[in-house]
């Protein structure tokens, strides 16, 4: 995993990389998913979104923990869609529970309104 937060380096600090990597082990004690996994998810959301906060980072990782476990591929591919929709839509992070709720037709419900982390 340590390798893999690595890859932020240059865009976060020492410390926020171990903040980070305690909030993969938090997450991934919390939902079963590899914690390797999580940790591409953060990388992903480094490489492909504006988000930087450590609040807006953790809000997009558990949204696309969650689009991972109800099928949407890894977290690092669930991270980089949900990121385009809120771009698409010009969402804040903070809505992206909203835009991972959304199914493809438009329509509320993507994601199981009993699965919450």
């Known amino acids: 995993m340590k390798g893999r937060l690595g890859g932020i380096g240059g865009r976060a600090t020492t ?10 082990l938090n997450l991934s004690n919390s939902t079963g998913i590899a ?13 492909n979104t504006t988000a930087r906060s450590r609040e807006a980072v953790n809000e ?14 890894s977290v690092g591919e ?3 869609a949900l990121d385009g929709v809120l771009g698409a839509l010009n969402l804040r992070v903070e809505e992206s529970a909203r835009a991972a709720a959304v199914r493809p037709d438009g329509e509320e419900g993507g994601l199981d309104a009993g699965l919450r982390l």
């Open 15 to 24: 410390g926020q990389i171990e903040q980070f990597r305690q909030d993969v």
């Open 35 to 47: 914690a390797e996994q999580i940790a591409d998810g953060v990388a992903s959301i480094f490489q």
């Open 60 to 73: 997009l990782l558990k949204q696309s923990v969650l689009l991972s476990k109800v099928g949407f591929g």
């Open 78 to 80: 669930a991270a980089k």
